[in-house]
Structure formats: C-alpha cells, structure tokens
C-alpha cells in the first residue's frame, strides 16, 4: 500500500468527494497529509514496534513502564495532530472527517499496533466526553489531542466480561462526589508513563446487582486527583500474552478512587456507545493496517529472494513463482478491499452524523463487516506472509511473525466475531429491513456484484422464517455471506486503478461464488438444529 493508491481508494468511496469539498481537501492535501502518515509509520514507528516487542512492559514501584522511546514518538504523534485529527477544533483537534482520519491512521496502525492502543482508546474518550460531558470535555480533549494526557476504556472484570451485566466494580456516594471500588481487567495502557495524566472512562454498578446492565452509570476515574495526589488505582500485574508485547494489558484495583459521572445515572453503556463505534472501527483498520504492511513486506521479500529455475541458469526471483504470484495477488486483494471497507464505513458514519437516513441504515451494517474481516483478513494476511518468506518468516529476525502475533487479539476484543455476527443479523438485517435495503441500493452502483448480492439477500429472506435457535447457529455463516456480497462491491469499485490490482481483485471476484457457496451450506446446516 502506498499514500497513493490508498488515497485514489479514498477517492472512490461513495460521499467522500461531498466530505471533502467543504474541508478544502482535493487530491494533492489528501495525499501530502498520508504522505506524512506513512513517512511517521516507516521511520518512527516502524522501528519503534520491533524493539518494544523484545523489551516489552514491567512494573516498578508500582507503575508501568514502557519501551524506550514511546513516549518521545507518543508526543510526535500529538505534535502532528494525529492523536485526534476528526475531533472538533475547539476541542483541541483538527476537524477533519473521519475517514481521513482513517485513512492517515492505517499505515500507522500497520507499523505498530501495540503502540497505536493508547491514541484509539484516548481519542475514543475524547469523543465520549465530547457527547456526553461538556465540563468534562473542554478540560480533557485538548489534553487528549496534545498528548499531555491519555485515556483508557474499563469495562472488563474477573468474572464479566462480555457479559457486563454481571460488572460488581460499585460507585458510591460520600458527600463530596463518588467513589469507585472493584477490579478491572484486560485494560490496555491501564498503567504507562508517557503522559502526565490518565482518565479511565469505568463502568460501575450505582443500582442494584439485579438491574443488569440499567444499573450500571460512566465515571471518568483520573489516576491523580486535581490535586496531584494519587488516587487510589494499583496495577496489580501485567497480562503476559501471545503479542501485544509493547502494549501493556493491566489488571487494574480500584480503592474508593474519586471519580465523576459521566451522563445519567444507570445509563452507562448508553453513554459508552461513541466510544466503542470508535474502537470497533479502528480494530477493523489495525487488520487494514496490518494486511497492507504484510502485503508490502512479502513483495519486497519475494521480489529480492531468488530460488529455483533451471539448473543451468541463475536462480530466479520468488515472484516467478506462479504461486507465489497467487499469494501475493490474494494479499494485495486483502489490503485494497478491507482499506475500501473501513474508510467507507467511516464515511458512511459521518454522513449518518449529518441527518442521511441511509447512511444511519448502513452504518450499523457495515462496522460488524469493518471490526470481524478487518482482523480475520488481516490474521490470514500475516499467515500468508510467513508462507511466502518460508522459513524466515517464522523466525523473528523478520516481523512476519510479530504480526501475527500481534494482529491475532483483533477477532476477540471489542466484541468476539460471534458477537458480530449476532449484532448483524439479529438486530440489523431480521429486526426490519432498512440495513439490508440501504445495502442493496448502494450495490447497484457496482452491477458486477449482482449474483452474489442476490444470493447474500436470498440467505436472510430464509433466516426470517427461521427459528429462533436456527438464526442463533446461522449468524456466523450470514455474517461471512455479508462479507462475501459486500466485499465483491468494493471489488467492482476499486476496479481500473491500475492492471496490477485489477488482477489481484479479479482473483478475489473468481472465489466469490465459492465463499457464498460455504455460507448458504453453513445457513443450510443452521436451519436442521432447531428444537
């Protein structure tokens, strides 16, 4: 992937063009501001990822330090605006759309995906602050976009995880505001030294346990008080995982720890909704960030590493490999489509932001698509990268296998693929027909993709008519169908750009049919195990 040719993919997505004209961004600002992107992602960052992995994270004196050097390239990134660029300018950003801002995050997200945890999960909380606490806003996100401050998300406990019903972590009041006790996990950043200050945006339970998630409220828990003192939040380890190495993952205890509201009481999730549409998108451009990154290193690989030809001549590059040239053709098709999937599914959720009826429709649509095939198509893009560098991409003198590693977490966090998949089809495409409506007519623009189209509507006109049990077992195979259908649209729309990629894309259109074919016999199998 080059700022290039992410950029004419950026171009070609439907509402981009309207999006663009009143920020003053034609073609040659759109790709001086990934120009910078990629120059950060490939100089700093880049290099930055490799020696965090081997370093790692530890606690000292009960605080987290990280890698040398994150926070010198921590504060480059607020420096150059790309904490927060799609955040308003009076809240310290600088107001561009937010699939420019996708589109500038991708190489970086691709370069160091550990790293780039903490600007997703401060940016998110900036725009949750932004929607639900003004006071707390305008002292926070200017922060939050220099880089002086961060932000963490907690929500996970030992025993409630996906089920946040059962969260015990309790705010109390005590005359002078509320006080927060429990523990949280799985958080990313919980803990770091980067910046001066850290705002955990915490769920905790203020009604009783019965209530479910309606008795859970939004607390902005800072670890220092307004008065610098320390506020009762102990690291109580680090997660020792598979990869992430350079992204600390805290187990974090909460001590009668001050903390303030966020929205109504027993409205927490509600509130949580900005931030976690944002942290569900950029999951889907780490698995971008991450195939296009692998697409480029097998390439370069390939192109250099010389074996096999006839014995009497010189051994000849890797890329004549009719093989290797499917492999590499397979990754440039997974760079290009999931680049088109994200920065159409951030263009469609500030088009819904402005009142287009459509675009609220697809939205919903499109981020399950965005968040479960960003990181499955980016887990296969470094599966195929380690194939193509053979046995030197299963040692660690290449990153193949660090991205492997690191990428792998994408299908789990912000919502397991199953709990996409029944987000889609439950209360997307079953509940009424808007989602799918709103689908369909975008895809007539690309009558290439008419078959596949057809046959995706076909499977959720069957599911209507399903048992409750059957649509549960037929969720997954619908969401791949979704995927299948949707991804042969931007096939069709990315087509032209140049001869190498309409190869790699008609390679991927050849397959469609016998994706759909895997999905209609998932949905067939579903439909026999009703009660």
């Not at 200017?142 to 998300?153: D, H, N, Q, R, V």
């Not at 007519?441 to 008519?465: H, I, Q, Y």
Request: glycine share 10%; aromatic share 6%.
């Amino acid at each position: 992937m080059t700022p290039e040719l992410l950029a004419q993919i950026l171009a070609r997505t439907p509402g981009w063009a309207e999006q663009a004209a009143p920020a003053g961004l034609d073609d040659t600002a759109v790709a001086q501001i990934l120009g910078e992107t990629f120059k950060l992602a490939e100089e700093t960052l880049a290099p930055l990822a490799s020696t965090a992995d081997e370093a790692g994270c530890r606690v000292e004196g009960g605080r987290v330090r990280t890698p040398e050097g994150y926070g010198a390239a921590y504060r480059a990134l607020g420096e150059g605006g790309w904490l927060a660029a799609d955040l308003p300018e009076d809240l310290g950003g600088m107001g561009l759309p937010l699939a420019l801002h996708v589109a500038a995050a991708l190489p970086m997200e691709g370069a160091a995906l550990p790293f780039m945890m903490l600007p997703g999960s401060s940016r998110a909380a900036a725009f949750c602050l932004a929607a639900n606490a003004p006071d707390l806003a305008a002292e926070w996100c200017p922060k939050l976009a220099e880089g002086t401050w961060a932000a963490t998300i907690c929500i996970s406990e030992p025993d409630a995880g996906s089920d946040v019903g059962r969260i015990r972590t309790r705010a109390e009041e005590d005359g002078n505001g509320w006080r927060i006790s429990g523990t949280k996990c799985w958080i990313s950043f919980g803990d770091q030294d980067m910046t001066d200050r850290i705002g955990h945006l915490l769920l905790a339970r203020t009604g009783a346990p019965e209530a479910g998630t309606r008795g859970l409220s939004l607390f902005l828990v800072p670890n220092v008080t307004d008065a610098g003192a320390s506020n009762g939040i102990h690291v109580e380890r680090i997660e020792e995982k598979l990869g992430l190495h350079g992204s600390p993952t805290c187990v974090l205890r909460f001590d009668g720890a001050e903390g303030v509201m966020i929205g109504a009481p027993g409205r927490g999730l509600p509130a949580l909704f900005h931030m976690i549409e944002r942290m569900r998108l950029q999951v889907g451009t780490q698995g971008a960030g991450v195939a296009a990154t692998c697409a480029h290193l097998a390439r370069s690989y390939a192109e250099d590493r010389r074996q096999g030809g006839a014995p009497s001549a010189p051994p000849v590059a890797l890329t004549a490999h009719a093989d290797i040239q499917r492999m590499l053709l397979t990754l440039d098709a997974r760079a290009m489509l999931l680049a088109a999937l994200v920065l159409e599914t951030a263009t469609v959720l500030d088009m819904a932001k402005e009142g287009d009826e459509s675009a609220a429709a697809l939205a919903p649509f499109l981020l399950p698509l965005a968040k479960t095939f960003g990181g499955e198509m980016g887990q296969e893009s470094a599966s195929d990268t380690i194939q193509v560098l053979g046995g030197a991409g299963y040692t660690r003198e290449w990153p193949a296998e660090r991205y492997f590693r690191d990428v792998r977490i994408t299908t789990i966090y912000e919502g397991t693929t199953g709990m996409q998949a029944q987000d889609l089809v439950l209360r997307r495409l079953l509940k009424d027909d808007a989602a799918l409506t709103a689908f369909l007519d975008r895809a007539k623009t690309a009558p290439g993709s008419a078959d596949l189209t057809g046959r995706f509507a076909a499977l959720v006109t069957r599911l209507r008519e399903a048992a409750p049990e059957a649509r549960l077992y037929a969720a997954d195979a619908v969401l791949r169908a979704a995927w299948v259908a949707q991804s042969a649209v931007l096939a069709e729309r990315l087509k032209g750009i140049s001869t190498e990629s309409d190869r790699a894309l008609d390679l991927w259109l050849a397959q469609g049919s016998a994706r759909m074919a895997m999905a209609e016999s998932g949905v067939d199998w579903a439909l026999t195990q009703s009660a």
